[in-house]
């Protein structure tokens, strides 16, 4: 047998066993087994419990920052949140990631599409009964150009982002936007912003009535469970990652394999993240195709063990096998060598 | 009066060919041995049968989480308690059978003829990444909408998105209690089967060394060897 084949189907050294057999009960270890290991996780629970911190919605995340919520919303509408540019499966505003000549994400097209500013704001704000004012507001957004809604939102945004990175930054904050702490609502000294500033209050007071979380979930039916909209919104927005920083979920925290609170996560994504905190993926605006391909490359290569160089020889070279069939050996000792010849 | 039997030798029955090809593969003396080969001596043969263990636990209490509905755990004590034992059944899961899985490295376990046997337990760990990570956007709670919004990015860099959206609960959650368990729960059979089949690979140089001793085995075909994994 050639060294190359050798590597790759190595000798089997196995024979079939002609030695000693010693009783054995199947189904009783396997009973043991189950008992011991729902003793333990009883008593793991019993000392440990389980995490469970409240979800977050679109109306506490406008009440607690309206500054954030409205600035995200305005976003929205212009179409320049993370989720209006996000591209495919959601719109066609981007490429989406790609590696080499691969892009799955554009090739498998826009699959959950999502328009931001009429999905995000002017639908929900055509619920609202009984405010002609913002009914003519909307109607007045719909109508006009693409050209001005686009001038219009980007005067009502400024004011808003520079408000948001001062906050971020910890510096003084700009007098042109104002929260009034009584009915936390927000006040943007601006102008040539058309009908916005009306559309961004009512979506607002939406927001805070619970009205937007309802809205955004039931949009097209009564029985829904794809919460695809309203998460994507509140993830354009500070709350979620906000609170994620707090509890070491950031992917730069390692997020992936944390979990709230103190306790054990998804620890077996640890390969997974660790190509996060290294270059070239950190930095990469494609890092999360980049790492799924390791992964998958990773993944194959796990599978197909048996079948690499080198790798499927290690065992035989790290005498790791003295130790767990030290008490065979043991037995064998006196007739002759105590491991195979490699 | 009797009809004669058909030979089932010669028999058109695919119930008898079934049959037929299932007893030969794996005898019930193979499928429930009462014997081991005395190199069947460490505790890292535990962690095969506790790994089994461990997915019956999170069986046993998925069941009652899915019977009350995903909401319940939110609201009771019991519920609480409940997916308690849920979440640490699956940590211990993860556990046993990562170390299950190096100790079957270190064996080079997938020696002679076993193949199918690795391949089939690799499998079931990689597939049982995403039962877990289905279990936690499936929680309707902040750890559950912090994951699904990250998840996603991943998924869909790679097109999964397009038809596997995490941030959808319906379809999450009928993955996470139906789908993937499924294929868990049939890869740890084929596995068992497998092993059940072939035996537990013997140590190297297995036939040099057993040589010297003579059989007491309460069943003369060594390759129904295996009863642990």
Redesign the interface.
């Known amino acids: 047998m050639s060294r190359l084949s050798e590597l790759l189907a190595p000798r089997d050294d196995t024979q079939p066993w002609k030695g000693r057999y010693a009783h054995y009960d199947l189904v009783k270890e396997a009973s043991i087994a189950v008992g011991i290991m729902a003793l333990l996780a009883i008593v793991l629970s019993v000392l440990f419990s389980s995490p469970d911190d409240k979800p977050s919605t679109v109306a506490q995340w406008s009440r607690g920052t309206p500054v954030n919520f409205v600035t995200a919303a305005t976003l929205e509408l212009n179409g320049t949140s993370p989720t209006a540019e996000y591209g495919p499966p959601y719109n066609h505003n981007a490429a989406g990631q790609h590696a080499w000549f691969l892009r799955p994400q554009k090739w498998l097209a826009v699959s959950h599409p999502i328009n931001t500013a009429n999905d995000f704001v002017i639908d929900p704000l055509r619920t609202v009964s009984g405010d002609p004012t913002l009914r003519s507001a909307v109607a007045e957004y719909q109508a006009a150009p693409e050209k001005t809604k686009k001038a219009w939102g980007e005067a009502y945004a400024k004011p808003l982002e520079e408000y948001e990175t001062a906050a971020e930054e910890k510096k003084t904050l700009p007098k042109t936007v104002t929260l009034d702490s009584t009915t936390d609502a927000v006040s943007v000294q601006v102008s040539g912003a058309g009908p916005v500033p009306r559309m961004m209050a009512g979506l607002l007071s939406l927001a805070q009535s619970g009205g937007l979380d309802g809205s955004l979930l039931t949009s097209k039916q009564f029985f829904q469970t794809d919460y695809t909209k309203p998460l994507l919104f509140m993830s354009d927005g500070g709350l979620l990652t906000e609170r994620a920083e707090g509890q070491h979920l950031l992917g730069d925290q390692w997020g992936m394999m944390n979990e709230t609170g103190s306790y054990p996560g998804q620890t077996w994504l640890w390969l997974y993240t660790v190509w996060y905190q290294v270059e070239p993926f950190k930095a990469s605006q494609n890092a999360d195709i980049l790492v799924m391909l390791v992964m998958g490359l990773l993944s194959l290569l796990f599978i197909c063990i048996p079948f690499i160089p080198i790798i499927n020889r290690l065992p035989r070279w790290i005498p790791i096998y003295r130790l767990i069939w030290k008490e065979h050996y043991r037995s064998l000792a006196p007739t002759g060598r105590s491991g195979p010849s490699a | 009066m009797s009809a004669a039997r058909p030979d089932p030798v010669r028999s058109s029955s695919w119930t008898v060919r079934v049959r037929e090809a299932g007893v030969a593969a794996l005898p019930p003396e193979k499928l429930?041995?009462?014997?081991?080969?005395?190199?069947?001596?460490?505790w890292?043969y535990?962690f095969g049968?506790?790994s089994?263990?461990?997915l019956?636990?999170i069986i046993?209490?998925g069941v009652i989480l899915s019977l009350k509905g995903p909401a319940w755990?939110?609201y009771t004590g019991i519920g609480?308690?409940i997916?308690?034992?849920h979440?640490?059944?699956v940590?211990?899961f993860?556990f046993v059978m990562?170390v299950h899985l190096w100790?079957k490295?270190?064996?080079?376990a997938?020696?002679?003829?076993r193949?199918r046997v690795?391949?089939t337990g690799?499998?079931t760990?990689?597939v049982a990444?995403p039962t877990?990570?289905t279990g936690?956007v499936s929680?309707?709670?902040?750890?559950?909408?912090?994951i699904?919004?990250?998840?996603k990015?991943?998924?869909?860099?790679?097109?999964v998105?397009?038809?596997f959206?995490v941030?959808?609960?319906?379809?999450m959650?009928s993955y996470h209690v139906l789908l993937l368990p499924l294929a868990v729960v049939g890869l740890v059979a084929a596995h068992v089967l497998l092993v059940r089949r072939h035996?537990v690979?013997?140590?190297?140089?297995?036939?040099?060394?057993?040589?010297?001793?003579?059989?007491?085995?309460?069943?003369s075909d060594?390759?129904a060897?295996g009863?642990?994994s």
């Not at chain 2, 997938?110 to 003829?113: A, I």
């Not at chain 2, 929680?139 to 912090?146: H, I, T, V």
């Not at chain 2, 990015?153 to 097109?159: E, H, T």
Request: overall charge negative; hydrophobic content about 50%; aromatic content about 16%.
């Open positions: 429930l041995p009462d014997g081991q080969p005395t190199y069947v001596a460490s890292i535990v049968v506790a089994i263990a461990a019956i636990v046993g209490s755990w939110h609480h308690f997916n308690s034992v979440l640490w059944a940590e211990l993860f990562v100790g490295y270190w064996m080079a997938w020696r002679g003829g193949t690795w391949i690799a499998v760990f990689l990444v877990a990570l936690y929680q309707q709670n902040f750890d559950a909408q912090w699904a919004t990250q998840a990015d991943g998924l869909n860099s790679v097109g998105g397009a038809f959206n941030t959808n609960f319906g379809q959650y035996g690979v013997p140590p190297f140089e297995l036939n040099e060394r057993a040589a010297p001793l003579r059989s007491a085995s309460p069943d060594s390759s060897a009863a642990r």
